[in-house]
């Protein structure tokens, strides 16, 4: 799986839209992004993933560069409840892979 | 919505002790797995479960841990003699067939080894 790199830490004022950035310039043809967030002590929750088309859901949206070699995700109208780890995993596909989670992006949602 | 289930939310055990950590995937998903969260540190994996079977396992799951499939629901992870550095969260989580389906993770157990 690519190595991703994150900042350590961000601060979104609420209301606002949280952009965290995501490199992977190591990425191969057949490694999706995902992204994850962890809030306090609490199991991992999913966001989003994709493989190389932007994506949205109702939690937030993917944007990935045309080369691949960096993601952001946007969470559009951050809520003091959004303050969590969010990682940026990217993993090869196959029938049972782990994730590899690295160390985050601490965000801070300010009110 | 469905969820992953764990329980108990906290095990408090002494060292050498056996401790078995329950978990309820979600119905129809068919992979199974174990990662662990040393307090301030990653998630990391332990192992995974497929058709009754390991299907990978971390360096950190050695002898001392084994999982299981009881039944159709529960999966469960064991460790035989707990050491002090055991003291972690344990998160299970579950995935639907399909290869690039996320992983559902639950609420976590807090192992405390005294």
């Known amino acids: 799986d690519a190595k991703t790199t994150q900042p350590p830490s961000m601060d979104c004022a609420e209301g606002r839209a949280a952009n965290l950035p995501c490199n992977h310039s190591t990425i191969s043809g057949n490694e999706y992004v995902y992204w994850y967030r962890q809030i306090h002590s609490q199991g991992p929750q999913y966001i989003i993933h994709g493989l190389k088309n932007n994506e949205t859901n109702e939690m937030a949206s993917l944007i990935i560069t045309e080369d691949r070699k960096s993601s952001t995700l946007i969470l559009p109208h951050a809520t003091l409840r959004d303050t969590a780890v969010y990682y940026c995993?990217?993993?090869?596909?196959?029938?049972?892979?782990?994730?590899?989670f690295g160390t985050g992006t601490s965000l801070t949602v300010i009110p | 919505e469905p969820e992953v289930t764990q329980t108990p939310s906290h095990q408090v055990t002494q060292m050498g002790q056996e401790v078995i950590l329950r978990c309820v995937p979600i119905?129809?998903?068919?992979?199974f797995y174990w990662y662990r969260q040393i307090l301030g540190q990653k998630v990391e994996f332990l192992v995974s479960?497929?058709?009754?079977?390991?299907?990978?396992k971390s360096e950190i799951f050695d002898d001392q841990f084994s999982v299981e499939r009881p039944d159709g629901s529960n999966f469960t992870l064991k460790i035989r003699s707990t050491k002090l550095e055991d003291s972690a969260m344990y998160f299970c989580?579950?995935?639907?067939?399909?290869?690039?389906?996320?992983?559902?993770f639950g609420p976590g157990t807090r192992l405390t080894v005294l």
């Open positions: 989580a579950s995935r639907f067939f399909r290869v690039d389906n996320e992983q559902f």
């Open positions: 479960f497929y058709n009754n079977e390991i299907s990978e």
């Open positions: 119905s129809n998903h068919l992979y």
């Open positions: 995993i990217a993993r090869i596909v196959d029938t049972g892979n782990q994730f590899y």
